[in-house]
């Protein structure tokens, strides 16, 4: 069965430093989908990047991008100029492609994110 | 893209009773997805709803507990059954475009 593990439970930056938040997870499929959400107070889930397992480039949004080490299985977020905005709980997620896999998403345990002014 | 309509965004109720939470789409989808989140916690699948078909639970859910409908491949409603405080939590419906989850705007369910 397919993991995700997030082993940040809480993490706070400065507003315009860079935070790195870690993932990783487990899986016996070579190919999947990878991705990391926001969620504000406000409860809405938010994509915020999304990685291809067979994609060897590292996936790239604005001031948000990706570490993706298939070898390690490690799936880490970096946000660069930290804005207050950013302040939210975030989710590293696995998505499967196997046969059967109807598209379902397993969570990590979230990590929450204060941006200080 | 899709876009998700999830009625109510909050509810209070008493317990024993029961909740039906609604979730509509802008567009057709076959699957659609029930998660749970308990407060301060991750997201967890209840389950997954089939249009035509009954849904799949996962491991720890039930259709008794949690009856689901998923009368067209636009809309679906998750029942949370003879409620207990411990079935306060955030409720949330999603549905797969692609390679994409898009969510509604979740329920807040406390019960009392």
């Known amino acids: 069965a397919q993991t995700v593990t997030q082993s940040q439970p809480e993490m706070s930056v400065q507003e315009a430093e860079t935070v790195t938040l870690s993932c990783t997870y487990d899986t016996s499929e070579s190919n999947y989908y990878l991705f990391w959400y926001k969620q504000p107070p406000s409860r809405q889930m938010i994509l915020v990047i999304r990685?291809?397992?067979?994609?060897?480039q590292n996936a790239t949004e604005n001031r948000f991008s990706v570490n993706f080490q298939k070898a390690a299985k490690s799936f880490s977020l970096k946000i660069s100029d930290s804005q207050l905005g950013d302040t939210a709980m975030y989710f590293c997620a696995f998505m499967g492609t196997r046969s059967g896999n109807t598209g379902k998403l397993i969570f990590g345990q979230g990590t929450t994110l204060q941006v200080k002014p | 893209s899709a876009v998700i309509s999830q009625k109510p965004s909050r509810d209070i109720c008493q317990r024993g009773t029961s909740l039906t939470i609604q979730c509509q789409v802008d567009?057709?989808?076959?699957?659609m997805f029930w998660y749970r989140q308990q407060p301060g916690q991750s997201l967890t699948l209840i389950a997954t709803a089939n249009q035509g078909s009954e849904a799949t639970y996962e491991s720890g859910f039930v259709i008794d507990k949690f009856p689901i409908s998923r009368p067209n491949l636009t809309f679906s409603t998750l029942t949370v059954s003879n409620m207990s405080p411990e079935d306060s939590s955030i409720y949330l419906c999603?549905?797969?475009?692609?390679?994409?989850?898009?969510f509604g705007q979740g329920t807040r369910l406390t019960v009392v």
């Open positions: 567009s057709q989808v076959t699957m």
């Open positions: 999603s549905v797969r475009v692609d390679t994409e989850a898009f």
């Open positions: 990685q291809e397992a067979y994609k060897q």
